[in-house]
């Protein structure tokens, strides 16, 4: 694993992630997944993207319009604290969490296998 | 594996993702319906009653009420088919009893706390929201409410059909079923609703093509009638329509409007009750309404085309991958 692969791995699992994530938050977070340890092609790198961009993808579509609500003016903080904490104790999230960390391993194995017999 | 293969099987998985969105079956649910967020009505309802004396035509009881705000959707998955639905309410109630008018503002954010299965219309009561309604938490503190709220569950005895979408497409004639059913006891109250037009309607300056479903009096009777008493009767002059509009494309709520009311004398006293609802869609948020996806509504973009763009990049990303090994 080279760092640029794994900081590129890092963003194209977002880029590929969050607009899916906004149809199903689910599929989302595993094409993200995926493709991003896919790219950081080890799989060390992949767990990492697997660990550090699953929880964004995921929680993108709940996240996002309650911050741009917020940003306008049309909601207060006290309200998007209380819904976002909601969000943040939700025993869920910490399984997406560590599911995606697992693909992310076995994606990134896949990464690294193949550049290893090419 | 060579790279072709890999590039087939990524190419394949990417065709069969792309029309995800809004094939899946047919018919059947489009995938976004299920977790909809920032999906934002205006609602208008009023209601009044006004009782007067039938002989003098004198004001003898007036009761009105007329809320009017918005209503926003949100929503989080609570389990694997399972997502959390929850609302932020921002209304203003206006009362007038017998000329005494009270306007109070409400502006409550309720988590999600009713739980919608995925690829059905069941709306089921969340196991904390039933300890709730059943006064069980008897003085318990906040902190042990939300103690409680990390590890949720549906509780599936009883569930509601879900009002905010359907599958589609629909054909005129169809039945569509709202109300509440309780799966132990297998009974409930259940009102058919009949897919009766084809319309295009405009909804805060947007144009929807949708399916027209109507609720009359008549499906409304048939529905309560086990539950009712042989002595009541309904007063014949009462009406009542529920229309409510559809997406074609989604399956969406996009408007919602009731009228009914009637006039009902006895004893020397006609009593008018009049009732008119609206609720119109303002932001379809994460819906998939009219095939445009939350962000290409966000940047004014045509239906599909981040989904597009994404696909696209993720097959560049691959073949950029498998062509530097």
Redesign the interface.
């Known amino acids: 694993m080279t760092k640029k692969s794994f900081l590129a791995g890092l963003f194209?699992s977002l880029?590929?992630g969050i607009?899916?994530a906004?149809?199903?938050?689910?599929?989302g977070t595993i094409?993200g997944v995926v493709?991003g340890a896919?790219?950081a092609?080890s799989k060390k790198g992949g767990g990492a993207v697997g660990l550090l961009t699953s929880g964004p993808i995921y929680l993108c579509?709940?996240v996002?319009?309650?911050l741009?609500?917020y940003l306008n003016g049309s909601?207060n903080l006290l309200?998007l604290a209380?819904?976002v904490g909601?969000?943040l104790?939700?025993?869920?999230v910490i399984a997406v969490i560590v599911a995606s960390l697992l693909i992310g391993i076995f994606f990134g194995w896949i990464?690294l296998k193949?550049?290893e017999r090419? | 594996?060579n790279?072709k293969t890999?590039i087939y099987i990524t190419m394949l998985s990417m065709l069969l993702?792309y029309p995800?969105?809004s094939l899946k079956a047919s018919p059947g649910y489009n995938?976004?319906v299920f977790?909809p967020?920032?999906v934002t009505y205006d609602v208008d309802i009023h209601f009044s009653q006004v009782t007067k004396n039938a002989t003098t035509g004198d004001i003898l009881d007036l009761y009105e009420i007329h809320i009017i705000g918005k209503i926003k959707l949100?929503?989080?998955?609570?389990?694997l088919d399972y997502i959390g639905w929850?609302f932020?309410v921002n209304v203003t109630v206006t009362e007038n009893n017998n000329g005494d008018v009270r306007e109070s503002e409400y502006?409550i954010?309720i988590?999600?706390i009713v739980a919608v299965k995925e690829n059905t219309r069941f709306i089921y009561p969340t196991k904390l929201s039933m300890d709730l309604i059943q006064g069980d938490f008897g003085n318990a503190s906040m902190q042990d409410i939300?103690s409680r709220?990390?590890?949720n569950e549906p509780y599936t005895e009883i569930y509601v059909y879900n009002p905010f979408y359907i599958e589609v497409p629909v054909s005129i004639g169809d039945s569509i079923p709202y109300g509440v059913w309780n799966v132990t006891s297998q009974s409930g109250i259940i009102v058919n609703g009949r897919v009766t037009s084809e319309e295009t309607i405009t909804v805060n300056g947007v144009s929807y093509n949708t399916y027209l479903v109507n609720i009359t009096k008549a499906e409304i009777i048939n529905a309560v009638r086990e539950f009712m008493d042989e002595n009541i009767s309904i007063p014949s002059g009462m009406r009542f329509n529920l229309g409510l509009y559809y997406d074609k494309d989604s399956g969406w709520l996009t408007k919602l409007n009731t009228v009914g009311g009637g006039e009902i004398s006895e004893d020397n006293t006609t009593t008018k009750v009049i009732l008119n609802g609206n609720l119109d869609l303002e932001n379809a948020?994460?819906i998939?309404v009219q095939n445009k996806?939350?962000?290409d509504r966000m940047f004014g973009l045509p239906p599909f085309t981040?989904?597009a763009?994404?696909v696209l990049?993720?097959l560049a990303?691959?073949i950029i991958?498998?062509k530097r090994?």
């Open positions: 194209i880029i590929a607009p899916i906004f149809i199903h938050d689910l599929i094409v493709v896919f790219f092609s579509p709940y996002t319009p309650l741009l609500d909601m309200y209380l819904l909601y969000m104790i939700n025993i869920f990464g193949l550049r090419e | 594996m790279k890999i993702l995800m969105a995938l976004s977790s967020n920032n949100i929503s989080k998955r609570m389990m929850g932020t502006n954010p988590p999600p939300l709220v990390s590890t948020g994460t998939m996806s939350y962000l981040f989904l763009l994404d990049f993720i990303i691959v991958r498998i090994s």
